[in-house]
DNA sequence: AAGGCGGGGGT
DNA sequence: ACCCCAGCCTT
């Protein structure tokens, strides 16, 4: 079904939009996608408007297929702004893959500390490792291959093969999602097995024969710089006149969202506790959030009236680590959002009990000096959070990486 | 198929 | 205050 829309030409998509209104067409056929002739114009306004707008990035200086790697892996639901300090650490520290591959996993999640999905820097010192061991400490070119390393899944495959090695490959994510849905007037759920299926294929359809991996990023450049979730900047669209939805000004419904119920309200405290100018972190569980890292002890608060939340402060940390601490002082309250959850957090400061007695040291726990907290603060929303990260599991190696305590003066 | 995993940018 | 982000993995 060809559509015409102004003076252009237009594509079999536009059909899924009638069809889809009437619910006579099961989007899961994927036999509806666009004509050569609308692929090519596309893929020629596409070029020309990247050439023009693709923005500077560290790891777009060079198509090393391990800095590809490296940013692929950190810009997994991290937008570019957030990623590229952590980049540049990154590739100092470990600037090949046997690099990396030799370093403890607590230096490499030392370098992650801030970031977010913590396992993504496991997996990537995990995947350096057989890269070392199977692949002679390269990339591997074989997507098989590729696919099967940790923390590679369909669109990082993708990503690093066309970028890096000019493979054929297609992607899809959250900007192409969008951008592919709103090329389609795709308006139903994309996030359903049958959409996915639908927006892969057009990804793929739309690959040019060479320099996929431009085009790929010239895609998702599109999408967050001109097609955005709301107010997409059509005017500036190399694709104005090829798009379904604009043409049908449906923009703000296409693709369709899921609302979000509102965050859980949740009260923690951490506790500072202090002993001989040092200062207790506890390893934390190996599952939930920042599993293995370290951090204060930390705990859901019940209480409400002071007197009880320092009670259930001591009793906590006597849960936690099987001795006695004095409150001291109440730090300070920070908010911030985790997710779900929309956490006040209190920190309390309190010192060990018994001077005179050595606390057992289990492996979980550390006892720090305050230089070594102060030297990589975790900032979360803008604000010093006591918490620390970092350590691999019973390695027995001194705490590298380290947060600090809020600074208030009460 | 759904839920967990983090933190911050942009409006 | 809210939405969203160069996804992956487990259940």
Redesign the pocket.
Known sequence: MMFRIGDELYHVAHGILMAKQDRRIDTSHTDVLPTSEWKRTFRRRLIGWYRRHARE?P??ETRDPYRVWV??IM????????VVPYFERFIAAFPDIPALAAAREDEVLRLWE??????RAR?MHKAAGVMVEKHDGRFPRDANSAGQL????????GAILSIAFDARQPIL???TV?LLSRLLAFDGDP???DAQRLLWAMAEALLPRREAGRFN?AL??L??QICL???PRCEDCPAMTLCPTRAAGRQEEIPR?K??P?PEEVREAAVVVRRRGKVLLLRRDN?????GLWDFPRFELSSQRADAVQRELVEKVRQMTGFSVQPEAKLTTIK?????FRITLECHEARYLRQDVEPQNRPEMRWLLPEELEAFP?????RKLGCL?VEGIGSGAPVSGSAKRSSAKT
């Not at 801030?114 to 396992?119: D, E, I, K, P, W």
């Not at 599952?287 to 599993?291: K, N, P, T, V, Y």
């Open positions: 990035m790891w777009r940013s692929e810009l997994q639901q991290t937008q570019v702004a957030t801030g970031l977010g999905y913590y396992r997996q940790p923390g590679v899944g369909r669109y990082t495959l994510e959250a900007n969008r996030t359903r097995a990023q998702m450049e999408g967050s979730p709301r107010g969202t609302k979000k509102p599952a939930g959030r920042w599993a911030h959002s985790v997710t779900r975790l900032s979360v929303s803008g990260l």
